[in-house]
Antibody, heavy 118, light 106 residues
Framework: QVQLQESGPGLVKPSETLSLTCTVAGYSISSGSYWGWIRQPPGKGLEWIGNIYHSGNSYYNPSLKSRVTISVDTSKNHLSLKLRSVTAADAAVYYC???????????WGQGTLVTVSS | EVVMTQSPATLSVSPGERATLSCRASQSIRDNLAWYQQKPGQAPRLLIFGASTRATGIPARLSGSGSGTEFTLTISSLQSEDFAVYYCQQYNIWPYTFGQGTKLEI
């Protein structure tokens, strides 16, 4: 069973960088699959942030591309998200998820709530 | 970007009845569509991919259909655990996009 767990600060100040880590258990990232970050503002819908392949090839939502970096560390079996220059609009529950290669996400982390406030 | 529109926003149905949820894409996405269920405080759960293929462990009373721009998720004989928010997601064109969700309530 593939398990994902997000971690990182729950509070980020405006204009600073949001940094999250997703640790994967039960599956080696280097074995393949795509790995993605999706977010959900409180009470709202889902937004895809970006995907990364185990090789490091990444794809970002154009709406966030200028501020986002997703990376993968196969030695630690985790992926990371960095979102720069955050504003209140970036407050959300952030999920990491596995895409087995078809475009859908079959395993998700439980999500981590990030608040943006000074 | 492909805009996904779900209807209705809220669907009120009684246990044991049938529910039909709709999802429309702003352009053809072939059959590159997934459905997810989300309950309060939980991550989305994959139900359907490829427009009609049930994910592992999903009961046969859930079925998906459609292709191109019009898609449907049907839940026959609703059970208490089915009351949740349902999202469709297209993965034909990057960026992947979700519909705004349909809340299925008792």
């Amino acid at each position: 069973q593939v398990q994902l767990q997000e971690s990182g600060p729950g509070l980020v100040k405006p204009s600073e960088t949001l940094s999250l880590t997703c640790t994967v258990a039960g599956y080696s990232i280097s074995s393949g699959s795509y790995w993605g970050w999706i977010r959900q503002p409180p009470g709202k819908g889902l937004e895809w942030i970006g995907n990364i392949y185990h090789s490091g090839n990444s794809y970002y939502n154009p709406s966030l591309k200028s501020r986002v970096t997703i990376s993968v560390d196969t030695s630690k079996n985790h992926l990371s998200l960095k979102l720069r220059s955050v504003t209140a609009a970036d407050a959300a529950v952030y999920y990491c998820a596995r895409d087995p290669g078809g475009g859908w996400s079959d395993f998700w982390g439980q999500g981590t709530l990030v608040t943006v406030s000074s | 970007e492909v805009v996904m529109t779900q209807s209705p926003a809220t669907l009120s149905v009684s246990p044991g009845e049938r529910a039909t949820l709709s999802c429309r894409a702003s352009q053809s996405i072939r059959d590159n569509l997934a459905w997810y269920q989300q309950k309060p405080g939980q991550a989305p759960r994959l139900l359907i991919f490829g427009a009609s293929t049930r994910a592992t462990g999903i009961p046969a009373r859930l079925s998906g259909s459609g292709s191109g721009t019009e898609f449907t998720l049907t839940i026959s004989s609703l059970q208490s655990e089915d009351f949740a928010v349902y999202y469709c997601q297209q993965y034909n064109i990057w960026p992947y996009t979700f519909g705004q969700g349909t809340k299925l309530e008792i």
